[in-house]
């Protein structure tokens, strides 16, 4: 389960999320710095830097984002921004 940005519904799936990703099709592109990790069995938590373009345009925006691990693998992951309806606009 993915929780984006903005949308209320989240994505859930491995098809669902390789479709909302946008794969090769996207026009956009998301550099990322990891300024810190915490991590217990079950969660991780990163903070992050985002520079995002997309054609001429540029937004920078920090996000916290937490993961659900279970068995090793993530499950489940929330984003919260600095600024939902920037980032919003940027990628509608």
Request: charged residues 30%.
């Amino acid at each position: 389960v993915w929780h984006t940005i903005g949308p209320a519904e989240p994505i859930r799936g491995k098809a669902a999320m390789a479709e909302g990703v946008g794969g090769d099709a996207r026009d956009f592109t998301i550099d990322v710095e990891v300024h810190d990790v915490t991590a217990s069995d079950d969660h991780v938590i990163a903070l992050v830097k985002a520079h995002a373009t997309r054609g001429d345009r540029t937004l920078d925006y920090d996000t916290a984002e937490i993961f659900h691990v279970r068995d090793g693998k993530l499950t489940e992951r929330w984003a919260f921004s600095d600024d939902t309806a920037r980032i919003t606009e940027f990628f509608s």
